[in-house]
């Protein structure tokens, strides 16, 4: 018990950080101790060949991997990878996969993955997005009572949201319950984290939806259509090029979910009325 303990303590120490800040209020100024989120860099390698660097928060490393490699489409199911080697002191991962799956740098274009939001990929600008992202026909039904208990338990569980505020969370749910949470400082890190873990348990996606603490990028509306998840529900608002996308993959788009209200963009037959 003592070890679980110190490897808990451990691994909380390596997700946040104390700082002292001076803050100021109402015309006074006082010294603080406030919890700041850490970035962790991942250098991806696949058959030994460099594909990106991942700026992500340091847990859940081996789903983020997974699920990562399945979205670009370097994967195509969970039996073609071999390996997945994590070292936290050199920041790497190394990936060996089946001699079937054929990794194309001009195909993937390798290049820096940040964690925010000024340089993101967008709708099928790549290759692979064109490639892997998929129409979903999934009958999933939701009624507006399980949507605001989806998004209310997914902010309790936001546990690092609420110490930092510097995430994002996404939450794997079922009409009844949130199933899988992750957070990440990278939105789509936090889906690929989701969709790594599901892949390597060989979970169906049939009857599942995601709750996602941000707003609905057009990259969240692609994740999801990779994943397979046929409704998205956002605490903020959508953009016009995740509609676009949400409207041609058959995406339910559900934004502004807070305070007893919310907006249904696309696909509204899933959302019970």
């Known amino acids: 018990m003592a070890q679980a303990t110190s490897q808990s303590a451990e691994s909380d120490h390596r997700l946040k950080s104390e700082r002292r800040v001076i803050h100021y ?16 860099a991942l250098t991806v390698f696949v058959n030994g060949q460099e594909m990106a660097t991942v700026v992500c928060t340091p847990e ?32 790497t991962a ?16 390798k290049r820096y993955i940040a964690s925010c939001c000024g340089k993101g990929r967008q709708s099928f600008y790549f290759y692979n997005d064109a490639h892997t992202a998929k129409q979903v026909d999934d009958p999933v039904k939701i009624s507006p009572k399980q949507i605001f208990e989806l998004m209310d338990a997914m902010q309790t569980d936001a546990t690092l949201w609420h110490e930092t505020g510097g995430v994002h969370m996404a939450s794997l749910c079922t009409p009844e319950k949130v199933v899988l949470s992750r957070t990440d400082i990278g939105r789509h890190n936090a889906l690929d984290k989701l969709y790594g873990h599901t892949l390597m348990q060989r979970e169906s996606m049939t009857g599942k939806l995601i709750a996602f603490s941000g707003r ?19 605490k903020s608002a959508p953009t016009a090029l995740a509609l676009e996308i949400a409207d041609e993959l058959g995406i339910t788009a559900v934004g502004f979910v807070r ?6 963009y696309s696909h509204p037959w899933r959302v019970l009325q």
Request: glycine residues 8%.
């Open 25 to 40: 209020e109402k015309g006074a100024f006082e010294t603080r101790t406030d919890v700041v989120v850490s970035e962790y």
């Open 216 to 234: 609905l990028s057009s990259e969240v509306v692609l994740k999801c259509a990779k994943i397979g998840i046929g409704v998205v529900l956002a």
């Open 259 to 264: 305070e007893g209200s919310f907006q249904v």
């Open 94 to 109: 190394r990936v060996q996969t089946t001699s079937g799956v054929n990794f194309n740098q001009a195909f993937y274009n």
């Open 60 to 91: 859940y490393m081996e789903d983020l991997v997974v699920g990562f490699l399945a979205s670009e489409g370097v994967i195509r199911s969970i039996d073609q990878l071999v390996d997945v080697q994590i070292s936290d002191f050199r920041g």
